[in-house]
């Protein structure tokens, strides 16, 4: 594979960073000994101006992007507000995110919503405040050559996946350009990692990818962040695709080797090609991992 293919990422996972990973002892289904690498999840508890919001189980590799994101997507950080601190302490295992605004989210904590989130995941209530009033890109296009690219760059980017498993990964592209890749045991955090950096980093993409399903809190973080198309190799919930159409977001499931689904905003693909030598490689690397896994 050529230089020109691998991802030229603004941010990646380090499969080689120790906190992450830890070698354990086992033995495989014949009775032998073995040794293989689990993934690493510790606490972070999350305060705001303060206010202690929540504890999450995160691989804690940026935990300052998780702690801005989940914020965000939980509508407790608005797009206009000035950040003027996000401290993090290794120690105490603990995020402070201090804003201009003064906050206060008493009544909101007292209301959450059961997701279907990795280990069942809560989000807080209001989930749909502000959905309504998000416009999308209507001219965003996506050429399914791009697609096929994009989906094939991502799977060379080294991963925790493929060094311990157990993990979620997405993305935020720009057409067949991934900018960032990013990993958590639970898929919303992988998410609420990569809103927290476009946030604090000012970036914008056109495509977002993730290894978790389309759901209805996926499509709703999707919309927030203002991303106009969603791509997943997992399928659908009914409410995840409903909300798409009504948002105007374009849908795109099930991407597996020659395959993908669209069941909402249809008019951003443009079909242009057939699968190529190197989406056939892309797809063909996806096989092995998904019989590895």
């Not at 659908?236 to 499931?253: D, K, P, S, Y």
Request: aromatic share 6%.
């Amino acid at each position: 594979m050529g230089s020109m293919d691998l991802p030229d990422l603004r941010v990646a996972p380090d499969p080689a960073d120790p906190r992450l990973t830890r070698r354990v002892s086992g033995r495989d289904q014949t009775g032998a000994v073995v040794e293989t690498s689990v993934t690493v999840e510790r606490p972070l508890t999350l305060y705001l101006n303060g206010q202690e919001i929540v504890t999450m189980m995160t691989i804690l590799d940026r935990p300052e992007d998780l702690a801005v994101g989940y914020l965000l997507n939980q509508g407790m950080l608005r797009t206009d507000d000035q950040l003027t601190a996000v401290e993090y302490d290794d120690d105490l295992g603990v995020v402070v995110v201090r804003t201009e605004r003064r906050t206060s989210f008493e009544e909101k904590l007292k209301k959450k919503t059961l997701t279907s989130g990795c280990a069942q995941g809560t989000a807080f209530g209001d989930l749909m405040e502000g959905f309504a009033e998000v416009k999308l890109d209507p001219e965003a296009r996506l050429r399914t050559s791009e697609l096929y690219r994009l989906l094939h760059r991502i799977n060379t980017v080294p991963s925790l996946y493929l060094e311990a498993g157990a993990i979620h990964g997405c993305a935020l592209a720009e057409g067949d350009r991934p900018l960032c890749y990013m990993e958590d045991v639970g898929r919303h955090n992988a998410v609420d990692k990569i809103a927290g950096w476009m946030f604090r980093e000012g970036v914008r993409g056109s495509v977002f990818y993730t290894t978790g399903r389309l759901t209805s809190e996926m499509v709703i973080k999707t919309v927030r962040m203002d991303i106009p198309i969603l791509v997943s190799r997992s399928g659908f919930t009914a409410w995840g695709v409903e909300l798409a159409r009504e948002a105007n977001l374009t849908l795109i499931g099930r991407c597996k080797g020659k395959r993908f689904t669209v069941l909402a905003g249809e008019e951003r693909l443009i079909w242009d090609a057939e699968l190529s030598y190197l989406e056939e490689e892309s797809a063909k690397h996806w096989r092995k991992n998904a019989r590895e896994e």
